[in-house]
């Protein structure tokens, strides 16, 4: 819409002045979008880390393309009876970011960011300080530059100790109440127990270790639950107990060829390829050029200092037998081929001579077969023949000669040539092996997979024990799951609708079994008034949420989640929407529009229900102006003061049925 200032207007002619007929609008913010934060499998996007940084993804596909899945380093423990049949199985839970994933969009999640804190650790231990730390930029700082998310979700704060686990909570809600734009969901410390646990009251242990700050941006739930999602497990993770002693697979299924084979499988790949592909320096291509210009600099004979002597000896026992290997196979250089003087055979063995004899140099035949498992007790050798091997089936020991055969008398001096000479080629050489072990790994796990399916098709007993594992169902806090819920009740009724007494997807049933007279006093406390939200199972109605009230259970104005975060999305709305005033004159004419702009909206916010009242004007009224929010003071000194009353809609939390008799009347 064009306008002009008709006072300006000079020349002779007709001009057009277009007015504004109507006030300007207020767009909705959303109110469901959720940020998750925890332990990632991977962290990348597009080749680059994205370790605390809040990336946005819409589904579940989004997610396992830049964090990868599951932990995949779970033990199932299984218990079995005399007669091989499966007692019981237990599964620890440990990372639970992807499962919180998982059950978001099961119950109706849409939009959400992740900020991965870090990538799972082999011990699935967790650490306070990638959460918060002072000083750095870690996941609530990082989450300030984010403006659309609504809800905060950390599903692996129930792996912390009570301590951490108090301090995580207490700076997420502290980060909520700053920007008041956002809301927590907390799961309950120990929530598959029930109440007394360790000697010791979980729910009380909660509410006290929570402290009383910023208690109405914030819910809890309790208690966790007994998912529909299943664990994925391999041969290598099961552990076996029977009549309480450990027990080991080839024990309880004797003469199986596939339990010998994958006992096999799986200790190569954890003696040898695992070590190899997990040490630091062995990424292709592999630079070399730190090792070669030491060993050059310390006249072939020490090892570059470091902290960690057994690492580099490992790192160096590899390079020197790959070198020789490289004598061997590249057709393109000979012995006779010269660098300056010196001879390819007398460089390559300058290079491995880092702190090492000619005399312990090992086999290079046996060491690359075991490393990339060649080996006649593995059925039909890994994948038939030595041949798999490509360019390794052809390597032969070198000795290397003593230096004055190598250098005669005097050495050439020109080392910087030599060191140019070779470096490519030795970086070619190490890419070639780090790609063919990492295609030979993919080839053993394809190996050991079909392994494991003709076992379990052959064998009743590791069947049922698979069975029984799938079964198991895996335990996830609610977080997760109740994010989704808050999603799915806001897209259909409106945030202003408490989101409870609604089904909870993908579950089987609480851990807890919470009746009525438990949950009083999970619902009001009278000593602090932490309110927890109990997740119920309902006979011919499944699992149901049955609780709808923050934290801050006692407060008349925010005891109820719908209204805080009703109150959330209006203030939101409205601050954004009034930006378009700032600087603008303060005079009635702007009053006229910014209270028409705000009253417009809660109309319609009233007509779909969300504003108790019969009447506009019952349900809420807007102020701004001289003599009513501001004084000469307040203008003179640029304050334009808007005052907003609401009548927000609370739920029918209590629902009482009076009866009584009555005399016939006929």
């Known amino acids: 819409m064009s306008q002009i200032n008709e006072s300006t207007i000079k020349t002779p002619g007709v001009y057009v002045n277009e007015i504004p007929s109507f006030p300007p609008s207020i767009a909705q913010v959303a109110t469901a979008v959720p940020v998750f934060i925890g332990y990632t499998q ?30 995949p380093n779970l033990t199932a423990n299984v218990t079995l009876k005399s007669d091989n049949s499966v007692d019981s199985v237990s599964i620890s839970p440990k990372y639970q970011l992807y499962n919180a994933i998982q059950m978001f969009y099961s119950n109706g999640g849409v939009n959400c960011y992740i900020i991965s804190v870090g990538k799972y650790k082999d011990d699935g231990s967790v650490t306070l300080t990638d959460f918060i730390q002072a000083g750095q930029n870690k996941c609530f700082e990082v989450l300030r530059k984010e403006d659309e998310p609504t809800l905060i ?21 502290s980060a909520c109440a700053d920007l008041q734009d956002r809301f927590t969901i907390f799961d309950v410390l120990n929530g598959d127990q029930e109440r007394t646990y360790d000697n010791t009251d979980i729910i009380t242990a909660f509410r006290t270790g929570i402290g009383s700050s910023n208690l109405n941006y914030g819910a809890a739930y309790y208690p966790w639950l007994r998912s529909t999602l299943s664990y994925g497990f391999s041969y290598q993770n099961i552990k076996l107990q029977k009549s309480g002693v ?14 010998t084979q994958l006992d096999k499988a799986g200790s190569d790949l954890s003696n040898h390829i695992n070590t190899f592909v997990t040490l630091p320096a062995f990424a292709a291509p592999f630079n070399v050029a730190p090792y070669v ?44 081929d010269p660098s300056n003087g010196r001879t390819t055979k007398a460089i390559l063995s300058a290079y491995i001579r880092a702190g090492a004899s000619a005399t312990d140099i090992s086999s290079i035949d046996q060491q690359i077969r075991e490393l990339i ?8 050798g890994i994948i038939g023949s030595a041949t798999a091997a490509g360019d390794f089936a052809s390597f032969t020991n070198a000795a290397i000669p003593a230096d004055a055969t190598i250098y005669g008398t005097p050495a050439p001096a020109d080392d910087a040539a030599a060191v140019n000479y070779i ?41 049922n024990i698979t069975v029984a594992i799938k079964n198991q169902g895996i335990v996830v806090p609610p977080s997760g799951a109740i994010a989704g819920i808050y999603a799915s009740v806001d897209g259909t009724r409106g945030v202003w609708k408490a989101p409870a007494n609604v089904s909870v997807v993908g579950v089987v049933e ?3 079994n919470i009746d009525d007279n438990t949950q009083q006093d999970l619902n009001i406390d009278t000593d602090a008034g932490k309110s927890v939200n109990a997740v119920r199972a309902f006979t011919g109605k499944g699992v149901l949420v049955w609780g709808a009230r923050t934290l801050d259970g006692n407060s008349n104005d925010f005891r109820y989640i719908s209204v805080r975060r009703f109150y959330i999305m209006v203030e939101e709305s409205v601050k954004k929407a009034a930006m378009q005033f700032v600087f603008e004159p303060n005079d009635g004419n702007t009053w006229v ?36 929010t501001m004084t000469f003071d307040d203008i003179l000194n640029g304050k334009m003061i808007i005052e907003i009353g609401m009548a927000p809609v609370r739920p029918a939390e209590f629902i009482i049925l009076r009866f009584s008799q009555i005399q016939q009347q006929a």
């Open 42 to 71: 991977n962290a990348t996007r597009n080749g680059k880390s994205v370790v605390n940084q809040a990336v946005r993804i819409s589904s579940l596909v989004q997610y396992v393309q830049y964090f990868g899945a599951d932990f």
């Open 373 to 380: 498992l060649i080996d006649e007790s593995f059925p039909g």
């Open 293 to 336: 210009t030491q060993s050059i600099t310390d006249g072939y004979g020490s090892i570059p200092t470091t902290n960690d002597q057994t690492e580099l000896g490992l790192r160096l026992s590899y390079i020197k037998d790959v070198l020789l290997g490289f004598i061997a196979l590249d057709g393109t250089i000979t012995d006779n």
């Open 510 to 512: 609480p851990l807890v």
């Open 423 to 463: 470096r490519p080629r030795v970086n070619n050489l190490f890419s070639n092996v780090v790609n063919s072990v990492l295609a030979f790994i993919s080839e053993v796990n394809l190996r050991v997979t079909n392994l494991e399916v003709q076992l379990n098709d052959s064998n009743a007993v590791y069947n």
């Open 593 to 628: 529009r910014i209270r028409a702009m705000i009253e417009n909206y809660l109309t319609n916010l009233w007509r779909q229900g969300a504003l108790a009242g019969p009447k506009p004007e019952q349900a809420f009224y807007v102020k701004v102006g001289l003599g009513q």
């Open 246 to 259: 450990p027990a080991a697979f080839k024990d309880i299924i004797t003469n199986n060829v596939f339990i």
């Open 153 to 173: 979700v950390i599903p692996d704060a129930i792996l912390f100790l009570q301590g951490d686990f108090n301090s995580l909570a207490a700076a997420s809600l």
